[in-house]
């Protein structure tokens, strides 16, 4: 089969559009997930004391 | 440098320098006058000083220190070292670069100093030499820091920064004898393509395994970025430099992508080159050193998560905004202006949440200068992008390309962005790793920060005019339709900016040689700092090294 450019912006307008979609959104989910923002706020803290020293 | 290394392990640093010297040796032999026989030499060469620089540490006594008690920070220091080195080497070209391009004459008729061969020093210089060296240096420091675990491998380490810098001196010195395989930021030959991507997968298993012990549950957001600049970076540069060597004992090789598709895939490359060395690394280091400067944490964490996904996914797409009107196809140039728009979210996203940090902040940003290098470089982040998005569209690109319109917005990203937030996070940590209070001069990182700034300043405004000035004289027509200006006439057009692009490169330059000089002042004379409480104490003087019953 050749790989023409009528296939090829098939794909691009049916399965581009929606993984790229679906990822967005999938992104989103996660990063706006209420019980990870603890995690999160303690990750965005952790940097500011860090020179104590490797824990292993 | 060795003393840290285990007796098996400065076993395996010798056994890895005899391994080159004979790798060294038979591209000597087989390519001898070619210059692939001059590259072997310098293989040779090195691996010889790698050599005695072990041998003369195998029957010292090993290391007394426990492991576990502290970071490794010695191939950081070493990376920052090499890394400042490149930049005083890197611009000081690119100051000559812009001094040919006003004054032809300071060609200084010899081949070698030709515009041809030493622009490609001036970029490689720059971007690897002193770009991917800042980087590598900081990964390690922020892959142990945000893990809470030291570098998993003493050799390793090694292996990477030195690799990696004879892969620049290949590169540098290949393009003076004049060797090139006609690709921008891809300009070395295949045996050199082959080393770096032995020296990128050893980077990148070490930093997931440093990563793999971890204490945290969750990867900080800078980590992510310098892994999706090794990851990206290793595919873009196996795919871009597939080629088929001419013969085995000689430099010259052709690209496996023939016409349209070896631009699309250069282009492809060269844009991700942007995306994800020069951008994705260094918004490691400002998610990392910016927060941890202002000592504030970063405003929204979780968009940073956000701009980062959307950053890894947009870009991949936006390669063929380079290569707009050309046989491209129409489609495939419309995918990528696209994009390019699209990334102007996520980019912003990110310079707005590192403002946003600062915002509370302000009165550090005034008094420290440090601050500032990284405030400045997030504003820059932001104005290259928005400039990037807008050249981006078809009906811009065709008059901003070709011109020096593209060369402003490249140093505006260049030195604006990368040279900065890399001279912010230099200051943040030479005195931490090196335990000293301070730098050794704060009015001389005052004196850079502005030299920096009028510097790039200067630069953008010159070739901003410049570029407008040279793309409008190309496209005026006269009443009879035929072009109104020539070719020479613009060059004249543009010779005062040109001068004027010199003098700002030269402020910049300055900058870097006091940035070198501090450094080193620092290291050797700024008064130490000793640590008084949870510091990584060097456990050579927590534990004697001799037993007490001894
Ligand atoms: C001292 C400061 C600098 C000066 C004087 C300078 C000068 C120049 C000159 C004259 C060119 C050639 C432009 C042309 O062909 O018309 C150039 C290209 C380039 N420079 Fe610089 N530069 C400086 C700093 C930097 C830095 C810090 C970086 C990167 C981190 C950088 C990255 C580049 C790149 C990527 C190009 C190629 C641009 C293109 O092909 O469009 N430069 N530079
Ligand atoms: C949203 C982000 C960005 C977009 C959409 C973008 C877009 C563009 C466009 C349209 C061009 C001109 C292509 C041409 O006419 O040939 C270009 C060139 C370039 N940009 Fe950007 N840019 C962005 C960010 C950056 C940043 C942050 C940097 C540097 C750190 C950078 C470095 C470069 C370089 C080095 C070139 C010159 C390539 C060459 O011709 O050698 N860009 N960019």
Redesign the interface.
Same mark, same amino acid.
């Given at each position: 089969m050749d790989l023409t450019?009528d296939l090829t912006?098939v794909i %691009?307008k049916s399965f581009g559009l929606f993984y /790229?979609i679906a /990822?967005?959104v999938g992104?989103?989910i996660?990063?706006?997930w209420p019980s990870l923002g603890k =995690?999160?706020?303690? %990750? %965005?803290?952790?940097? /500011?004391d860090?020179?104590?020293?490797?824990? =292993? | 440098m060795m003393e840290r290394l285990t007796g098996a392990e400065r076993q395996i640093a010798l056994m890895i320098c005899v391994v080159m010297a004979i790798v060294g040796l038979v591209m000597a032999a087989a390519g001898h006058s070619d210059p692939l026989g001059i590259h072997g030499a310098i293989v040779l060469v090195a691996a010889a000083i790698m050599t005695c620089f072990v041998l003369r540490a195998i029957g010292e006594p090993e290391p007394a220190e426990d492991r576990t008690n502290s970071y490794y920070d010695d191939p950081t220091k070493a990376g920052l070292v090499i890394a400042l080195f490149w930049a005083v080497v890197g611009m000081g070209m690119g100051v000559w670069v812009a001094a040919q391009l006003a004054w032809p004459d300071l060609r200084f008729d010899a081949a070698w100093s030709s515009f041809g061969r030493i622009r490609p020093v001036h970029t490689s210089g720059v971007i690897f030499g002193f770009g991917g060296n800042a980087l590598i240096a900081t990964s390690y420091h922020v892959m142990q820091r945000t893990s809470r675990a030291r570098l998993a491998g003493h050799v390793s380490p090694w292996f990477v920064l030195l690799g990696f810098n004879l892969f620049c001196i290949i590169a540098a010195s290949g393009y003076l004898i004049g060797v090139t395989q006609s690709k921008e930021y891809a300009e070395p030959e295949w045996y050199a393509d082959i080393w770096l991507v032995i020296v990128w997968v050893v980077y990148f298993v070490l930093y997931i395994r440093t990563l793999a012990r971890r204490n945290e549950p969750h990867i900080y957001v800078a980590n992510w970025y310098y892994l999706a600049f090794i990851l990206v970076v290793a595919i873009l540069h196996i795919v871009n430099n597939l080629a088929v060597p001419a013969s085995l004992t000689g430099a010259k090789s052709y690209s496996a992508f023939a016409g349209v598709q070896d631009a699309m895939t250069q282009w492809w490359y060269g844009h991700n080159a942007v995306a994800f060395f020069l951008t994705a690394g260094f918004l490691g280091m400002l998610y990392y050193f910016l927060p941890k400067r202002a000592e504030r944490p970063i405003y929204s964490y979780r968009l940073s998560i956000l701009s980062f996904w959307g950053i890894v996914f947009f870009y991949i797409w936006a390669g063929s905004h380079h290569l707009h009107y050309t046989a491209l196809p129409q489609w495939v140039q419309t995918l990528g202006m696209t994009f390019s728009v699209m990334l102007l979210v996520p980019s912003w996203a990110s310079a707005g949440n590192a403002l946003m940090t600062l915002n509370g902040a302000w009165h550090k940003v005034r008094d420290d200068a440090t601050l500032r290098f990284m405030m400045v470089a997030a504003v820059f982040y932001g104005l290259s992008t928005f400039e990037g998005s807008f050249m981006a569209v078809r009906a811009v690109n065709s008059l901003s390309h070709y011109t020096d319109w593209t060369v402003g917005h490249v140093h505006a990203g260049a030195m604006g962005w990368v040279a900065l937030i890399t001279f912010g996070s230099i200051y943040s940590v030479v005195p931490l790793l090196w335990k000293r209070e301070t730098m050794y001069s704060w009015k001389l990182v005052e004196w850079h920060f502005w030299l920096a700034l009028s510097g790039t300043v200067i630069y953008v405004f010159a070739m901003w005019n410049s570029g407008i000035i040279q793309g409008l004289m190309w496209r005026t027509y006269t009443e009879s339709g035929t072009l109104a200006y020539s070719f020479t006439d613009t060059l004249v057009a543009m010779h005062p900016y040109y001068v004027a692009r010199a003098c700002g490169g030269a402020l910049f330059l300055t900058g870097a040689i006091l940035a070198a000089y501090n450094v080193y002042m620092t290291i050797r004379h700024a008064p130490e700092k000793h640590p008084e409480r949870d510091y990584p104490t060097s456990s050579e003087a927590a534990e004697p090294a001799v037993p007490a019953a001894e």
């Open positions: 450019h912006s %691009a /790229l /990822l967005s992104i989103t996660y990063a706006y =995690r999160f706020d303690k %990750a %965005a803290n952790s940097i /500011l860090d020179e104590d020293g490797p824990c =292993r | -």
